[in-house]
């Protein structure tokens, strides 16, 4: 192959190689980009979800403590009975349990659920914040960790097409040498710049498709 003839080749290839290079930063920088939005989304869901869980726990406890004070009127007007009373403290007991029992009913019915106390009594409150985390899950996204998940793949696709641009400058190098080179090793450096050449296609392949 003549020399000039030869030349020519090389430079057509060293201007493969810098479009290929040029394709990896551009890939990699895309990829940068679309991570640090997929970061941005996961943080928005972090905070979103922490908004919500704080503000759950807030609505449960009151209604909780409604429940605690619905107890305590429940058992006050209990204890106002007495079988043995006279009349007139029957008369008076009998007020103060309906009211008492009016102020527990008021709270059952206006400021918790009843549906929450279990069989033993018990307020149910981890049922409440569940229930109240999946109505919340069901209105907006509160999962950030496939966000997370996607920006970690996206930076080591990066970081790849990153590794695969120095594999390209590597056969750049090497063409160029070949082009300056007027002995026979021109086409050894020749030889090694295709195949940088070949595997920085490559990378770029697995970095865009598989990574």
Not at 79 to 99: F, I, K, S, V, W
Not at 162 to 191: C, H, N, P, R
Request: aromatic share 14%; with cysteine; charged share 20%.
């Amino acid at each position: 192959m003549k020399h000039e003839t030869f030349k020519s080749y090389v430079a057509v290839l060293v201007a493969v190689v810098t479009v290929l290079g040029a394709t990896a930063a551009c890939l990699a920088s895309v990829a940068v980009s679309s991570a640090s939005d997929a970061d941005f989304l996961g943080l928005d869901a972090s905070i979103r979800a922490q908004k919500a869980d704080i503000i759950n726990h807030v609505y449960a406890f009151e209604h909780y403590r409604a429940y605690t004070d619905y107890v305590r009127y429940d058992e006050y007007g209990r204890l106002l009975y007495d079988p043995n009373a006279d009349e007139e403290t029957d008369l008076r007991n009998g007020a103060l349990q309906r009211e008492a029992w009016g102020v527990a009913s008021g709270l059952s019915s206006v400021f918790f659920s009843p549906r929450y106390i279990n069989p033993d009594g018990q307020y149910d409150l981890e049922r409440e914040l569940q229930e109240a985390w999946a109505q919340d899950s069901q209105n907006e996204d509160l999962n950030p960790t496939p966000y997370f998940a996607e920006s970690d793949q996206l930076r080591a696709r990066s970081s790849f097409l990153t590794a695969d641009m120095i594999v390209l400058a590597i056969s750049f190098w090497f063409l160029t040498v070949a082009q300056a080179t007027e002995k026979k090793i021109k086409y050894f450096w020749a030889g090694l710049g295709i195949l940088f050449a070949l595997a920085g296609i490559l990378g770029i392949i697995i970095g865009r498709f598989l990574i």
